[in-house]
């Protein structure tokens, strides 16, 4: 059963949140893509240097136990094992001099290795 999850402007803490920016970012991809059928997934799976590593990619899947959010169009899937991970992270994208990508600020993360690939 996938459960539906409406937003709000403010930053939720019992769901994952994407910014403005990242969802323009998101939607940008997926017309680049031709693509409308496509949602962006979030996972948390073992492994890198803090022993958990995101991973975010498109899907066209609904598993059971998914959490779907809507944000201005974009949908953001995260499975239920994911969920406590992830609830009130912020997915957020930068496009500066210094860095170019999505970010996600967690506020679950209790610490995370040197080069900021994975977290506990």
Same mark, same amino acid.
């Given at each position: $059963?996938? *459960?539906?999850? #409406?937003?709000?402007? *403010? !930053?939720?803490?019992?769901?994952?949140?994407?910014?403005?920016?990242?969802?323009?970012?998101?939607?940008?991809? =997926?017309?680049? *893509?031709?693509? /409308? /059928?496509?949602?962006?997934?979030?996972?948390?799976?073992?492994?890198?240097?803090?022993? =958990? !590593?995101?991973?975010?990619?498109?899907? #066209? !899947?609904?598993?059971?136990?998914?959490?779907?959010?809507?944000? /201005?169009?974009?949908?953001?899937?995260?499975? !239920? $094992?994911?969920?406590?991970?992830?609830?009130?992270? $912020?997915?957020?994208?930068?496009?500066?001099? #210094?860095?170019?990508?999505?970010?996600? /600020?967690?506020?679950?993360?209790?610490?995370?290795?040197?080069?900021?690939?994975?977290?506990?």
């Amino acid at each position: $059963m996938t *459960e539906q999850v #409406e937003t709000t402007p *403010e !930053r939720r803490t019992d769901s994952i949140n994407l910014s403005p920016v990242a969802a323009a970012k998101v939607q940008s991809l =997926l017309e680049q *893509e031709g693509r /409308d /059928d496509l949602a962006l997934r979030i996972s948390v799976q073992p492994g890198g240097c803090s022993g =958990l !590593r995101y991973q975010l990619f498109f899907d #066209e !899947r609904t598993l059971d136990g998914d959490v779907v959010t809507d944000f /201005d169009g974009v949908s953001v899937v995260v499975d !239920r $094992m994911s969920v406590p991970y992830l609830n009130g992270a $912020m997915i957020d994208f930068v496009d500066t001099i #210094e860095k170019q990508g999505f970010t996600i /600020d967690n506020p679950n993360s209790t610490g995370s290795c040197a080069c900021g690939d994975s977290f506990h």
